[in-house]
């Protein structure tokens, strides 16, 4: 009788204070720690490990979300040993997610195919591992949301959400040709984010062309000026990854050339 009063209220207490997962498997970790003779402690103690996995995992579900980034691209399926050894070394440390302390930028540079988008997704997965927060986004899809909001007014707000985001994925700056107008937006966040979130953007061209893709050469040196303060570059001078695979027919058999 009063054993049935106990978990009554124990079952009332746990949905009160919204643990869960101590509440499905309290019964079970109670009959292990008995034929295990643990302590108390170490009775507590299995019972909030699982817990607190349960709710790590879902906030890293949670993150992968929203961050938009391609879950097939990662760290399992990107294979390092492709890299020249200098960016290999470079990627292996990047993956550790220390660079987001430090706000740094990671610039990434090569040829179409090369990677730089697997790569820079494959950090930003890592990151979320960690409990950070990422979003994935394209330079042309990112300024024309910007565009549209400083039409809307509400340009601030949206610099202030993306701000949120410890590292901010900018993919293919320079792939589409945009306007002077388009190209300002995009210029005000790098501006506003200075020193205060990590972007990490790839690119296939580099910084001696950057002037075709800002317009106006005082605005391109004052952009490049900030995105490599504090910055990690890679280059990624590889043979397209696309390429090689489309040389392996069906049978898998290297197709001659
Ligand atoms: P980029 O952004 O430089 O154009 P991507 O990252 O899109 O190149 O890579 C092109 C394709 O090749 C993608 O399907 C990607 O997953 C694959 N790929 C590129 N580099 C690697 C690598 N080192 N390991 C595994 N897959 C790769
Ligand atoms: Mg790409």
Known sequence: MRKNKVEKELNEQLKELCLTTVQKRYADIASMARRETLSYEEFLHE?????S???QNRRRERLMKASRIPEDKNIDTFDLKRLPSKAAQQAKTLFTGAFIDYTENILVFGNPGSGKTHLLCAIGQEIIKT????YFTTCSILVQELLQAKRDLVLPNMLKKLSRFDALIIDEIGY???NREEMEVLFTLLAERYERGSIMLSSNFPFSKWEKIFKDPMVTAAAIDRLVHH???IELNLPSYRMDHAKVGK???KIKK
Do not use: A, N, T, Y
């Open 47 to 51: 019972l909030l490990k699982e817990e």
């Open 53 to 55: 996995e349960v709710r």
């Open 176 to 178: 589409v040709q945009q």
């Open 231 to 233: 910055s990690v570059i």
């Open 131 to 134: 409990g950070r927060k990422v």
């Open 251 to 253: 049978s898998g058999r």
